[in-house]
């Protein structure tokens, strides 16, 4: 059985920056609690069955308008059948909510609740103007908090910057609107401004929390840089490939989003850790898809 059209449904690239928002929340955790969790590698086993679910779900319940829009994909081309896409997608999901009940009461919750906002966007929401934007945002934000429940006294202090990811993702989702057909300039100029609020709001974080914003400075640069960019292209030049780009540019970055939380928690070498993700999703993404 060729195993390529199975890595491609399960978004290897995208799975490492999965791993980046559970080290992410991690760090806030370990800044509260003072030392690193035992139980951390497993979140990070759950956080790649719960995206990698997620992920599967969403071209099983897009295979009718793929057939149309990417004939190429793996499931409207045949090379993997719809039967071995949902037994891979609910075991990737209810391996990540086992996997997170290791770590945890707390952790298992959260995995829970990420599985079934994936599912709901990813059946219902996805293609609403509001609530499509706000689910996927509501699972990367979980996500981040999976990371943040290694320590119960963290989560209740910080479970509010879950919803930095929840701004940010509505941006990305914002932009792949066009991705297939183009024409969707307003869109992605509203998502240049919500990563901006995303940047004002990670430079007031320092005044209200533990965190240190001067090692996370060059990683917040990098993040922002990354995306401006890639909008502004799309913006000048609104074509599919152009919108494709950003919208890739803007899932990778979470990498070096996650390192500025991490490096403002736990100090430069947790955030260095954090970014050295960021060349292994970029490879991956060389052989297999993002959006």
């Not at 479970?159 to 929840?166: A, E, M, Q, R």
């Not at 024409?183 to 007031?204: E, H, K």
């Not at 000048?236 to 494709?244: A, G, L, Q, T, Y």
Request: charged share 10%.
């Amino acid at each position: 059985m060729p195993l390529r059209p199975y890595l491609t449904l399960l978004r290897p690239a995208n799975l490492v920056t999965a791993v980046a928002d559970v080290l992410a929340g991690a760090s806030v955790a370990a800044a509260v609690s003072g030392h690193w969790s035992e139980a951390l590698p497993w979140l990070c086993l759950a956080t790649l069955g719960l995206y990698g679910g997620g992920v599967v779900f969403n071209d099983v319940f897009d295979v009718d308008l793929d057939r149309i829009e990417r004939p190429e994909r793996a499931l409207p081309s045949g090379e993997v059948t719809l039967a071995s896409a949902i037994l891979l997608g609910g075991l990737c999901l209810l391996g990540g909510i086992g996997l997170a009940g290791i770590a945890g009461g707390d952790s298992a919750a959260i995995a829970l609740a990420v599985a079934a906002l994936a599912l709901l966007y990813d059946a219902r929401a996805k293609h609403h103007p509001v609530f499509g934007p706000l689910f996927m945002g509501l699972c990367r934000g979980g996500n981040l908090l999976l990371g943040i429940s290694l320590s119960a006294a963290a989560l209740h202090a910080y479970w509010w910057l879950g919803v930095l990811p929840v701004v940010f993702i509505a941006a990305i989702t914002l932009t792949s609107r066009g991705e297939v057909g183009g024409n969707n300039r307003a869109s992605i100029q509203l998502a240049l401004a919500l990563d901006t609020a995303v940047a004002v709001a990670l430079l007031l974080i320092g005044r209200f929390t533990l965190a240190d914003l001067g090692p996370a400075l060059p990683f917040l640069l990098l993040w922002y840089g990354m995306n401006a960019r890639a909008k502004v292209a799309a913006i000048r030049e609104n074509r599919p490939d152009r919108i494709r780009t950003a919208v890739k540019t803007g899932v990778l970055s979470l990498i070096p989003l996650n390192a500025c939380l991490a490096a403002a928690f736990m100090g430069l070498p947790a955030g260095g850790l954090v970014l050295l993700l960021l060349p292994l999703s970029y490879g991956l993404a060389r052989y297999f898809s993002v959006t």
